[in-house]
């Protein structure tokens, strides 16, 4: 079978330029990094590999957003008159929405080491793969259910919708497409940012380094929120080393993950300047990095937790989890409204609303990740996204080693 010009090109780009890629990448961790010498306060670090903590941290987001979909949803919408319950959802709402912000550490974290392996196309081509097949096909959807019904006038226009399906919502004070993709349009912009920081200004010394700094520092002061992504980054380069620390590292683990729980169950916040007035806000960031790092260092608390077929798989399927869960629960809560489900014993009726909302939402969100996550990437490819993870996996769950995306 005749083989793809275009995947011939990316191919043998890719396989012309590896090895200085890969020198280069060294290079740049070591620059970063500070150095090839480790100094007696900490020890090398094994490089790469499947990070059990990061990957099942990813399939924790994922289900927290889908659970503050549900509490959040249900207080406004069902029982927005029962006081109790709202009063009683607001911590667990607000806890979950910070799941969002995990994600966006997470993906500073993950995407870092492929800006520095892969030449500028074939980045562009596998993250475009990664993430546009399912939020395209998504959007399409959302945009003809809103033309049907104008359930959101604002975004039937021809400007909202070129503005969503290229990224481009943010600079034009439009809305996303399809539900939850908001958070797609920071990634992509960080994506562009990081890899032409790394591109131009590390790996190549050119003067277009110093316009792709000053752009990502704006795209920051513009949006704070973006401080996720940075942190995320900063701790793949800061992990590389295991840094002696007086105390036991699994004790502050657990106690800047108990800290970052209780200052993000506080408020939910959009990371506006303002919100920085308050005094939560600066110690959710402080506690989330603090966390963050422990957690990615080998023999953490939060891989032993995680590194588990459950976590694994909600890890895998976490792109797809995002993006098909607010249609899943959308349509479950109009059915148990319209059939009169949502009773006065409320624990029991959430339960259940909970229970049947999983139910439908994990096996259609299988059926995505393989047709529209999966399928685009590897048929293109010709590799699969995530490496086997051979040493605990069972073979009925995809497994995990080393994203090539």
Not at 33 to 42: L, Q
Not at 342 to 352: H, Q, R
């Amino acid at each position: 079978m005749a083989t793809s010009p275009v995947i011939e090109g990316v191919k043998g780009q890719r396989d012309q330029g590896m090895v200085s890629l890969n020198e280069a990448s060294s290079a740049l961790l070591n620059n970063l990094g500070g150095g090839t010498r480790a100094p007696a306060s900490r020890k090398k670090v094994r490089e790469g590999g499947f990070n059990a903590a990061a990957h099942g941290l990813r399939g924790l987001a994922a289900m927290m957003v889908l659970i503050a979909h549900i509490l959040g949803g249900t207080a406004k919408h069902i029982y927005a008159d029962h006081p109790a319950y709202v009063e009683a959802v607001k911590a667990p709402w607000y806890l979950g929405t910070f799941g969002v912000e995990l994600f966006f550490v997470i993906s500073g974290f993950v995407i870092l080491p492929s800006a520095m392996r892969y030449a500028p196309r074939e980045f562009a081509l596998r993250r475009f793969l990664r993430l546009y097949p399912l939020f395209f096909v998504l959007s399409l959807l959302f945009v003809a259910l809103n033309a049907a019904t104008n359930a959101y006038p604002a975004i039937n226009t021809v400007i909202a919708l070129l503005a969503g399906f290229f990224f481009l919502n943010l600079f034009v004070g439009t809305e996303q497409l399809t539900p939850n993709a908001w958070s797609l349009t920071y990634e992509v912009m960080f994506y562009i940012l990081m890899y032409g920081i790394v591109h131009f200004a590390v790996r190549r010394r050119h003067w277009f380094g110093g316009v792709a700094v000053l752009a990502g520092l704006a795209f920051l002061i513009a949006f704070p929120i973006a401080i996720y992504f940075v942190m995320g980054a900063a701790i793949r380069l800061a992990s590389r080393h295991e840094w002696q620390v007086p105390v036991n590292r699994r004790l502050i683990e657990a106690a800047s993950l108990i800290l970052m729980i209780g200052f993000a169950s506080q408020g939910h916040f959009e990371y506006l300047w303002s919100d920085f007035a308050n005094p939560v806000v600066v110690p959710i960031i402080i506690f989330t990095g603090i966390y963050f790092y422990f957690a990615v260092m080998p023999g953490s608390l939060t891989a032993a937790a995680l590194d588990n077929p459950v976590m694994r798989y909600l890890g895998t399927v976490s792109y797809s989890l995002y993006l098909v869960h607010p249609y899943t629960y959308f349509l479950a809560r109009q059915v148990f409204d319209r059939m009169g489900l949502f009773t006065d014993s409320v624990g029991l009726s959430i339960a259940i609303f909970s229970c049947v909302v999983v139910a439908i939402t994990i096996p259609l969100t299988h059926l995505v990740h393989v047709s529209l996550e999966l399928w685009p990437y590897q048929h293109f490819f010709r590799q699969r996204i995530y490496r086997e993870k051979t040493a605990v996996q069972p073979p009925s769950v995809p497994g995990v080693q080393e994203s090539h995306a």
